[in-house]
């Protein structure tokens, strides 16, 4: 008479050993995952910061190509290069009409870098109470957002052959430049960025 085997199943030790090792395999795989899509959210910040950075740029570029001859200002000020802001005069030129001047702040509040723009004129009094308004942080236009994450800015002017931190004063008006820069040199600070970035631009206008 033969006599079956008695079919032997899993111990609970084996049951625990090959449950432990699944646990160690999903951890391991579950960090592996998670370091992927760390490094994609954080080049992805840094590529949407690096396409802003450029967009500011080209925008701070366009403003100091565009930048009044103050010859034509009657010695007003055109320019001021502050820590933390810039203000300037530019020309508007739009298609068949004449051109317009315009005051232009940018400023870097709350880590934020934004821009403002006055209404163009043509009236060099009106310019006057347009400046005055910006240089005293009154004006009421709405601000544009250029960057995030923008903890300081740095404005310095071509001037005697050197950078130069902001503009040397006059003494009847201490907001203009004793003479036009030929340069201008935006340093921005960026959250989470150890470099500091630098543009320079020439002033076509002046």
């Given at each position: 008479m033969m006599h079956l085997r008695s079919r032997r199943g899993f111990t609970l030790?084996?049951?625990?050993?090959?449950?432990?090792i699944l646990a160690i395999v999903a951890v391991l795989g579950w960090r592996g995952l998670d370091g992927i899509i760390r490094s994609r959210v954080a080049l992805t910040e840094q590529i949407e910061s690096t396409r802003g950075m450029q967009l500011a740029f080209?925008?701070?570029?366009?403003?100091?190509e565009h930048m009044a001859n103050p010859a034509a200002l009657q010695k007003r000020p055109f320019l001021l290069a502050d820590t933390d802001r810039m203000i300037l005069v530019r020309n508007v030129y739009r298609e068949n009409e004449?051109?317009?001047?315009?005051?232009v702040s940018y400023r870097v509040e709350e880590g934020l870098l934004t821009r403002r723009e006055s209404p163009g004129t043509r009236d060099l009094v009106q310019l006057d109470v347009l400046w005055k308004a910006a240089t005293s942080n009154t004006d009421?236009?709405?601000?544009?957002?250029?960057?995030?994450?923008?903890t300081g800015m740095v404005v310095q002017t071509w001037e005697t052959n050197r950078w130069q931190t902001g503009g040397k004063p006059r003494e009847?008006?201490?907001?203009?430049l004793e003479l036009p820069p030929s340069g201008l040199q935006v340093a921005l600070q960026v959250q989470g960025v150890s470099a500091v970035m630098i543009k320079s631009f020439l002033l076509g206008g002046l």
């Open positions: 030790i084996e049951l625990l050993v090959a449950i432990s080209a925008q701070l570029q366009s403003d100091a004449a051109a317009t001047l315009q005051v009421t236009t709405a601000p544009v957002v250029l960057q995030k994450g923008v009847n008006n201490p907001t203009a």
